[in-house]
């Protein structure tokens, strides 16, 4: 009699220690990863092989991912390091085969690699991450790092997710969703379709105002143009479509030369289209120096930017200008 209650807390015990699975159904678009649903394993040296893992000798050194309490192994993390993410998914849906494993866009990591196994024993190999070029990602979709899962309906499987720490990666800013693959392209969809009327009616000014500059010859209609193209680089930029032609790490300075670029043709259009050099001379001395500052911050920003891509040591009140 004295034994049923202690076999019953063991009982509970290991139910609350153990991994419970992501449910998958037909129902769902998308679900969240949940604590409970992560166990991870720190791999400083990237040393750890696929098939130890899938064979289960390592099962030992998987541990729950508490985001309220983070592991010191989570929160002390060294550049160059690895950090194991193993996931169960039980697809109860009747006809959803293909999934997408998803990070959050804050999430700055060098390389996601994904193992999966299937009955024959190949294990397949997903990549994604800012170190690899687009075309070589899983998924090329808006410079996402999806990763791919092909799972049966009615069925279970145990992945594991490879991640490779870089410079700027914080764990804690790791969050993952999974996606069913028909969602996920009817968003992308979507969202192609608000991007190309938006951008066509972009155009749509450029081509109006070309020949006003052509027939008066006035600076206002030039800087216009101008204005109205880096705007429209801007939102594509935001878009995410930049990162479909170059990793992010490269195109990491492009957003502050856009921003850059866009302010120095505003602050030429609104001089020119206020005529301030002839009307308002005082107003003039305010733009032109902004002007100038902006152009000095467009030369430092390339200049930082060069240094770095040539492996030059920058000082950072430097960078910090």
Not at 15 to 35: F, R
Not at 198 to 203: A, D, K, N, P, V
Request: some cysteine; proline content about 4%.
């Amino acid at each position: 009699m004295h034994l049923r209650p202690i076999l019953i807390l063991l009982i509970l015990c290991q139910s609350l220690a153990a991994q419970k699975p992501v449910i998958l159904s037909d129902y769902v678009q998308e679900v969240g990863i949940s604590d409970m649903q992560l166990f991870f394993m720190d791999d400083p040296d990237c040393s750890t092989q696929p098939s130890d893992l899938f064979k289960g000798s390592l099962d030992h050194l998987f541990r729950s991912v508490d985001f309220s309490d983070p592991d010191p192994a989570l929160i002390n993390t060294q550049p160059g390091g690895c950090i194991w993410f193993r996931f169960h998914f039980v697809n109860r849906s009747t006809r959803q085969f293909s999934f997408h494993l998803q990070r959050n866009d804050i999430a700055e990591f060098d390389e996601y690699t994904l193992f999966q196994q299937f009955d024959n024993g190949a294990v397949t190999v997903r990549r994604s991450g800012n170190k690899l070029h687009p075309q070589k990602k899983d998924v090329n979709i808006s410079g996402s790092d999806d990763l791919r899962i092909f799972l049966p309906p009615s069925e279970t499987d145990t992945l594991f997710l490879r991640v490779s720490l870089g410079e700027q990666s914080v764990i804690s800013d790791l969050v993952f969703t999974i996606s069913t693959h028909e969602g996920v392209i009817r968003r992308d969809r979507s969202k192609r379709l608000v991007f190309g009327i938006f951008t066509g009616i972009m155009l749509i000014m450029i081509l109006y105002h070309i020949p006003l500059f052509v027939k008066g010859r006035e600076n206002s209609y030039l800087y216009y143009i101008l204005y109205i193209i880096a705007f429209l680089i801007i939102f594509i930029n935001k878009e995410g479509y930049i990162f479909e032609l170059m990793p992010r790490l490269i195109s990491a300075y492009i957003s502050f030369f856009l921003l850059e670029i866009f302010l120095l043709f505003y602050l030429l259009f609104g001089r020119a289209y206020l005529d301030t050099p002839n009307t308002l001379q005082s107003w003039d001395t305010i733009l032109l120096i902004a002007v100038w500052f902006t152009v000095g911050g467009l030369i430092m920003n390339f200049a930082v930017a060069l240094l770095q891509g040539l492996g030059v040591d920058v000082a950072f009140f430097i960078e910090l200008g």
